[in-house]
């Protein structure tokens, strides 16, 4: 039985992310400029804290200047709003991220339409909404830029390809299709919901699940040959690790879907890391944008 070629998201997020310093000399040599990126993290959430580590450190290690805020989960919604509009004055201060969930008194919503849309790195602005869904520059949510870029590495042009995105949310479905329907694919958004949702995905020639549903897509639902972008990360009970371990899976069944698809991302190791590659990408590239200079091709 044939096995699907494993995509290797490690191994992809490490060349973006050295061609994303390269790219950093070159703009700090030609044009003196040093791309910022401020985090805010509001509470205590142990995956919150490791998150914003990570982006911290890996922000340092590709020669950009990292800014990290960091408030007690009592904080006043007022607080955050006016750091905002400080961050967005600040000329050092490319990139602005505001690490969510937040707590349930601050309004999301609020927070992230106060970020200026042109250092609103995680693509969550309305403006970058419609921007991405109007075919203009837009500044493109990182997880589903990834799943982009992997999916043209490893097929090359995805013309007239049949894409099935599978989930409907505002951070991946959505912007996914959307970046499908620019490189020509035939795109269907499916979720929880939809009717005789396994005969859906067996159309697609490209499948990505983010339904965050622990190993819902069963082998059986998929195409031959198709390509998988598994998306999901969800921690399940694994008793034959020990009493009360568990571990990471996605949302497609890996085992049974490896000897049907073409080629698959693992969980973990597959999407997960590109994340925080792209959004050192898409910090570069907000940089250049606001000091007028020649967006690299990155």
Same mark, same amino acid.
Request: proline fraction near 6%; aromatic fraction near 4%.
């Given at each position: 039985?044939?096995?699907?070629?494993?995509? *290797? #998201?490690?191994?992809?997020?490490?060349?973006? +992310?050295?061609?994303?310093?390269?790219?950093?000399?070159?703009?700090?040599?030609? !044009?003196?400029?040093? =791309?910022?990126?401020?985090?805010?993290?509001?509470?205590?959430?142990?995956?919150?804290?490791?998150?914003?580590?990570?982006?911290?450190?890996?922000?340092?290690?590709?020669?950009?200047?990292?800014?990290? !805020?960091?408030?007690?989960?009592?904080?006043?919604?007022?607080?955050?709003?006016?750091?905002?509009?400080?961050?967005?004055? *600040? @000329?050092?201060?490319? &990139?602005?991220?505001?690490?969510?969930?937040?707590?349930? $008194?601050?309004?999301?919503?609020?927070?992230?339409?106060?970020? %200026?849309?042109?250092? *609103?790195?995680? #693509?969550? !602005?309305?403006? %970058?909404?419609?921007?991405?869904?109007?075919?203009?520059?837009?500044?493109? =949510?990182?997880?589903?830029?990834?799943?982009?870029?992997?999916?043209?590495?490893?097929?090359?042009?995805?013309?007239?390809?049949?894409?099935?995105?599978?989930? /409907?949310?505002?951070?991946? #479905?959505?912007?996914?299709?959307?970046?499908?329907?620019?490189?020509?694919?035939?795109?269907?958004?499916? !979720?929880? +919901?939809?009717? @005789?949702?396994?005969?859906?995905? /067996?159309?697609?020639?490209?499948?990505?699940?983010?339904?965050?549903? =622990?190993?819902?897509?069963?082998? *059986?639902?998929?195409?031959?040959?198709?390509?998988?972008?598994?998306?999901?990360? %969800? +921690?399940?009970?694994?008793?034959?690790?020990?009493? &009360?371990?568990?571990?990471?899976?996605?949302?497609?069944?890996?085992?049974?879907?490896? $000897?049907?698809? &073409?080629?698959?991302?693992?969980?973990?190791?597959?999407?997960? =890391?590109?994340?925080?590659?792209?959004?050192?990408? %898409?910090?570069?590239?907000?940089?250049? /944008?606001?000091?007028?200079?020649?967006?690299?091709?990155?």
């Amino acid at each position: 039985m044939s096995t699907a070629t494993i995509i *290797d #998201g490690k191994s992809f997020a490490a060349d973006l +992310r050295t061609r994303v310093a390269e790219e950093i000399t070159t703009v700090k040599q030609k !044009h003196g400029l040093t =791309p910022g990126l401020a985090v805010v993290l509001v509470g205590e959430d142990p995956a919150s804290q490791v998150y914003v580590r990570n982006k911290a450190q890996q922000t340092v290690e590709v020669g950009m200047q990292s800014f990290e !805020h960091r408030f007690d989960d009592k904080t006043p919604e007022v607080d955050l709003l006016e750091l905002i509009e400080k961050l967005n004055s *600040d @000329d050092a201060v490319h &990139g602005i991220l505001v690490q969510l969930p937040l707590p349930g $008194h601050i309004d999301e919503n609020k927070v992230l339409s106060a970020i %200026n849309p042109d250092k *609103d790195v995680d #693509g969550f !602005h309305l403006i %970058n909404v419609g921007r991405l869904w109007t075919g203009n520059d837009a500044l493109v =949510p990182c997880t589903p830029f990834g799943c982009l870029m992997m999916l043209k590495a490893h097929l090359g042009d995805l013309t007239g390809k049949r894409a099935l995105v599978l989930g /409907r949310s505002n951070i991946v #479905g959505k912007p996914m299709a959307a970046l499908l329907l620019q490189e020509s694919c035939t795109v269907s958004i499916a !979720h929880s +919901r939809t009717d @005789d949702l396994p005969a859906r995905c /067996r159309e697609a020639d490209i499948l990505v699940a983010a339904v965050g549903r =622990p190993m819902m897509v069963q082998g *059986d639902w998929i195409k031959p040959g198709a390509t998988v972008i598994d998306v999901g990360i %969800n +921690r399940i009970d694994a008793p034959e690790r020990g009493e &009360g371990k568990t571990r990471l899976v996605g949302d497609v069944d890996f085992e049974s879907a490896k $000897h049907v698809a &073409g080629a698959i991302t693992p969980v973990p190791g597959g999407v997960g =890391p590109m994340t925080i590659a792209c959004l050192l990408r %898409n910090t570069v590239v907000a940089a250049c /944008r606001q000091a007028g200079v020649e967006v690299p091709a990155i």
